[in-house]
């Protein structure tokens, strides 16, 4: 296998991992882009869930655009393994396997914490707000826990990933690293808070920024890898030709 046809295998994944990562981010705006209300607060106790107006059709395309968007990140995943050097077969281990976590849990996450807003916005109208957060809060209370797993996956995949473009165990220059889903995400996350300690008034940016940090953050990583890749292939064409 040539290198060239690596790096076009390598852009392909990639491109592909960015499509899921879009997909996923659909998801997140799904939940996250309604109207801010004083008062909100956390992933279910906001205004425009508990007074009934989460949309009935938020959920379905929440749970397609998930599920196709998990599939896709199969591509991802290889795409984060091909770009270890073959010398740090461990470091690429760890990283497989907190992507395969990542891959086969993360979909009910999604539809975990999307079943949870429509529930929320379904029971209000019948229960009353006080009831149906409280209901809501209690399962979202038991089901957590168990979902640590797919956390911890992520964990595992997203801090090896970075680790490993940080400590130049990838093929990747080092510098490739203002764009990796972590710095991204973290800059994401950071500016409500920063918001909040000026006493800004609370806005639908706040959670869409915060809900849609890490996929967002996969978006950017993965086209900016295709974009690397892309470069690469060009240059050795152009350097074939001279």
């Known amino acids: 296998m040539n290198i060239a046809f690596e790096l076009k295998n390598y852009r392909r994944d990639c491109l592909l991992g960015a499509l899921g990562a879009l997909l996923m981010l659909i998801g997140d705006l799904c939940l996250s882009v309604i109207p801010a ?41 290889r795409a984060t393994c091909a770009r270890i050097r073959p010398q740090y077969a461990r470091l690429r281990r760890a990283v497989l396997i907190g992507g395969v976590i990542y891959v086969s849990s993360a979909a009910a996450l999604h539809f975990f914490i999307g079943s949870l807003a429509d529930w929320t916005s379904t029971l209000s109208p019948l229960l009353g707000r006080d009831e149906a957060a409280a209901l809501i809060s209690a399962a979202y209370g038991r089901i957590m826990p168990a979902m640590g797993i797919s956390y911890a996956g992520m964990v595992l995949w997203g801090l090896g990933d970075a680790y490993a473009v940080l ?71 152009a350097n074939s030709h001279e």
């Open 37 to 77: 209300s004083p008062g909100d607060s956390g992933l279910f106790l906001r205004g425009a869930y508990l007074s009934g107006a989460y949309g009935a059709w938020r959920l379905p395309l929440l749970t397609a655009t998930g599920l196709v968007g998990m599939a896709l990140g199969f591509f991802t995943v």
């Open 167 to 237: 400590a130049n165990k990838t093929v990747l220059p080092r510098r490739m690293f203002v764009f990796h889903m972590l710095a991204v995400q973290l800059v994401m996350a950071l500016i409500p808070d920063v918001r909040q300690a000026l006493d800004a008034q609370v806005s639908t940016w706040d959670f869409v920024l915060s809900q849609g940090s890490g996929n967002a953050g996969l978006l950017i990583w993965m086209a900016a890898n295709a974009r690397w890749a892309d470069r690469q292939i060009k240059m050795k064409e």
